[in-house]
């Protein structure tokens, strides 16, 4: 689903590698298309030797790709961005646009993507598929969601903020999370997002910019 924290967690992961590794990420959409893909590979690689490329510095190279599952498949059903992809994996390099028909070799290229488990995932090949490892994330328990924003508003209206706003407003704290959660319950099962109503998505960001709103808002006019 959206908003478990798949894309924090994979840009997290891959600060882990340090200087030796030079990581970017490009996020898929609807209108991206094989040459978009393929002019970010070329912008991020430069020639070692010959017809051969890769990072600057000699460095190994990490390529994000967010929302893998979102571009378009082509008039004839095909999936190029995907299909360029599995060839940089599988052949380690690609044909140079400038030169049609030059191979370009990419020595030292890992790629991870990350993508929402919906209807758009089922456009994801096979044959690219079976180069990734899979993990699933799921969506947050009771107990860990009501450990998550409850740390948020206590950090928050510790000491002096806590001080400023009033006894009522301080007291009604500890029942906005299990609210807020039920609130998101019942958004999910009343309102689900239709070809009409697309952006009725309710996550656990829309949660998310629940609390920011309040630890944005002045502890002195919490009345």
Partial sequence: PGGMGKTTTMERFLEQ?????????????????SQSLQEFLDSKIQRRQGRTYGAENSKKLNV???????????????????ELLRQLIEDSGQYNLDKPGEWKSILD?????????????????????RHFITFGMLPPSAEAFSTIFSSVLELYFADERAAAASKEALATLHRLVPITRELLAALKTRLRPTAST??????????????????????????
């Fill in 17 to 33: 590698f340090g200087d030796s590794h030079a990581s970017s990420k490009i996020s898929f959409n609807g209108c991206t298309t």
């Fill in 64 to 82: 994000f790709v967010d929302d893998l599952s979102l571009p378009k498949d082509n008039e004839h059903g095909e999936q190029p961005c995907m």
């Fill in 198 to 223: 697309w952006h009725y998505e309710f996550n656990l960001r829309s949660i998310a910019s629940v609390f920011q709103g309040i630890v944005q808002c002045p502890a002195s006019a919490l009345q």
């Fill in 109 to 129: 290229v890992s790629v991870c993507a990350a993508m929402r488990q919906n209807d758009t995932a089922d456009r994801v090949s096979a044959r690219l598929q």
